[in-house]
């Protein structure tokens, strides 16, 4: 782990604990949460982490770190599924948690600028009264820097994009501690390159984001959720890829395969689902938009032999499905009491999608590991959680090997190693197959924007 | 014009003759056409025109250029609005008119592979019979690689984004003719930088952009035009901005002020329309959802005491409608007759919207100029095309302060200076203004991606 690398931090840390005081930990407890993620890359402590409360306090630290050659990691909530947040040559963590405000909603303009510490559901609560919502909603209930960082999304990308069609404008620190902003409130702009989105998906290899003007769309007059089954995997997702075809705008449409049917039924038996694949669909609109848009699509599905058509009306059915739609990674863990999960991201053209999954279930046939399926399938995007004991090394490398020919195959179906987890440094082995010369282009981007490679080193690009 | 700094051609030229024979191009008319563009830059001769006809010809030729400090200046159809295409240093022009082939079209994953010199109108053609429609749609037929290049939008942006939404990925050669590929046709990915957003926007400074990966939208299964009017612009507009509020999926909502009207009596005295501040509109849908949406439109505009609303539901009258709004321009020239248009972009968020125009009309009564306003006001961005003599210099000037005054206008109300035309060289003495810190950062990127800076040098970024 690059340890021959690592600066000395303290002369560093004594310079951030006058700024900072308390809010410089070097607490063991504080370490250790700060340093893993979700994912399986080893542990690392960082040498410490701070708790900055504002822009100006995060340029300070950065030029601090700067100054002494120390590594700096931003720190969301520690969700990452690809080891991003893991100091892996030590450094600053820079845990975001106390700049959670909400600064200002324009409610005329459909929009919210926030502080990165601020969570999915935090934000949505504020904004209830509004009747305006933020729609990109991973699994966990990740920070708003985490999310723009790592270029994550959800169930509801099919209808309203990714953290990338939902960000206007960042305002980041640079890694000489600079403050510059990117974009603007405008809805568009010609004006000179697109750093926001250089910056989104970026990891914080190239600066910290500090505050973010995010898009915000209408609650919807009407909404209504579905599940429904099918006899096949394949039936499911050619109704997928028909709709999609059709144009149906609709909200979610997300695959749970038989498998993962089998964990939802042993944690969620109140659902009352039959262990078959099955389409978890929301439908968005006025009254009449909804009813025709459910029409459109329960026509195209009983061409493909569906059954079990369950509606969920009220609010508190509707919010029961898609918790447990949110927390498909425990359900699919209650099939294999006390594993873990190695959790894989491809995402396909959505043409490619019936083939990807095909092959997908006969690798997991071939392999014999137990690995449920969910997918943002109106995105082309899937994810395994193939369950392994971690302690069991054969396992785990099974496992990794099964990830490896599943990624090999949605490359070489056109598609990417990760729709919404990002690179990390669970990733980094698939960019040359993934980006070809166009991965030197990165490694440039990141030399120029960075050369002292002190940004979360280690992760997306290497140094 | 940096006379000093050009480069002897004439090595470079005989390498360029010798791969493209009768393809590389030193005839006055040629070097004229490509010398200027429909912006107010000085125009100024390329050395030469080269012709090429593969992404591996056009990586020869900048090989060569690189060898011998040439720059090179791609070339679309010309029709850019701030000098893009003027070769301020000389140099090559690289005209991408014979790359003019749809590769492929996926109608199942909705999008399609083109060559850069496809134009608007032609991938639209070539769809038709598909049910698909690319959406973005600039005044000018514009081609695929200048509107990347200049992130173009047009009319129908409030409901189907500017180009920087509707494209998946890009080929592109390097400045030192290096081929990358930047994304894939998965429609979400979460790896490494966001290589695609930063070639678009880019005006090729960065590299040249020789294959795109569009998406595309299914045709509305019912489209349904109409205009109306109202007793003043503030009207108007307001309306506009709760329509958007509102949520209203409308596909086009364009403001045409009295002065614009005025113009097209002249030029279009077929449509009939009253000489009145206008909006076009237009709505796609389902029969069912148009209906609804005209609904809800139509007891939002009665609220600004809309008249004289006018439906256009047969094909040729949609058609004349929108050739008549795309060709504003002319109706503009008609009120002026000689006079040539000095056009603004501003673009701000749709709140400010009405203090932003208020304040336009209040600048223009001030200079006793003709300016008459069209916008995309759905997007908060509207154009002044300010008629005046070319040749009356001081006429000029009184254009130039008032194109400033305007732009500062748009700057303080946190919008941008260009929402769609780019920054060439005529928006660049904003740049400093707009983005503070951050265009020094473009700077670096520049200085990474074309240390030599020879792609396109002295666009959107000096040197």
Redesign the interface.
């Known amino acids: 782990m690059n340890m021959t690398l690592r600066t000395d931090p303290a002369p560093a840390l004594d310079d951030l604990r006058a700024l900072l005081g308390e809010r410089l930990s070097t607490g063991p407890s504080i370490l250790d949460e700060h340093g893993r993620d979700e994912a399986y890359t080893p542990p690392q402590r960082p040498d410490a982490v701070a708790f900055p409360e504002s822009t100006a306090e995060v340029s300070t630290i950065v030029k601090i770190c700067a100054r002494h050659g120390l590594p700096v990691i931003p720190y969301g909530t520690g969700t990452s599924l690809e080891g991003q947040i893991v100091p892996v040559s030590g450094g600053l963590s820079l845990d975001m948690s106390r700049m959670n405000k909400v600064i200002e909603v324009?409610?005329?303009?459909?929009?919210a600028v926030v502080q990165p510490g601020v969570t999915r559901t935090q934000l949505n609560d504020e904004l209830h009264a509004t009747g305006l919502m933020f729609t990109v909603d991973p699994g966990a209930d990740a920070s708003m820097g985490g999310m723009a960082s790592?270029?994550?999304?959800g169930t509801n990308?099919v209808r309203y994009g990714?953290i990338?069609?939902n960000v206007l404008a960042l305002e980041v620190v640079?890694p000489d501690g600079?403050?510059?902003?990117?974009g603007?409130?405008?809805?568009?702009?010609?004006?000179?390159?697109?750093?926001t989105?250089?910056f989104?998906?970026?990891e914080g290899t190239?600066g910290i984001i500090t505050e973010l003007t995010v898009r915000l769309?209408?609650q919807?007059e009407s909404i209504l959720s579905a599940t429904c089954a099918f006899g096949s995997v394949d039936d499911a997702v050619e109704t997928v890829?028909l709709a999609?075809?059709?144009?149906l705008p609709m909200a979610r449409i997300e695959l749970l395969d038989e498998v993962q049917m089998q964990g939802m039924a042993l944690l969620h038996p109140e659902l009352g689902l039959p262990e078959l694949p099955h389409l978890f669909l929301e439908f968005h609109g006025?009254e009449?938009?909804v009813r025709?848009q459910v029409a459109s699509f329960q026509e195209i599905a009983e061409g493909f032999g569906v059954r079990d058509f369950a509606f969920a009306e009220k609010t508190e059915d509707r919010n029961r499905l898609w918790a447990a739609r949110h927390h498909a990674y425990f359900a699919a863990k209650a099939l294999k009491p006390g594993a873990s999960g190695v959790v894989t991201?491809c995402?396909?053209?959505?043409?490619a999608l019936a083939r990807c999954i095909g092959r997908t279930k006969q690798a997991i046939d071939m392999s014999g590991l137990v690995a449920p399926l969910v997918g943002h399938v109106g995105?082309?995007?899937f994810h395994l959680v193939i369950l392994v004991d971690p302690e069991d090394e054969a396992e785990m490398a099974q496992a990794r090997d099964l990830a490896a020919t599943i990624n090999r195959i949605a490359l070489s179906l056109?598609?990417?190693?990760?729709?919404?987890?990002?690179?990390g440094t669970g990733?980094q082995k698939y960019?040359e197959a993934?980006?070809?010369?166009?991965?030197?282009?990165?490694k440039?981007?990141?030399?120029?924007?960075d050369p002292a490679d002190l940004m979360n080193p280690g992760k997306?690009?290497r140094g």
Request: glycine fraction near 14%.
């Open positions: 324009h409610d005329k303009d459909l929009d790592t270029r994550a999304s990308t990714t990338r069609e640079l600079e403050v510059i902003r990117t603007s409130r405008a809805r568009k702009s010609a004006s000179g390159y697109d750093l989105h250089l989104i998906g970026a190239l769309h209408g919807p890829i999609i075809q059709c144009g006025t009449g938009g025709e991201d995402c396909v053209p959505i043409s995105d082309g995007n056109g598609g990417t190693v990760t729709g919404e987890h990002g690179v990733k960019m993934e980006h070809g010369a166009a991965y030197g282009l990165m440039r981007l990141k030399q120029a924007v997306l690009v």
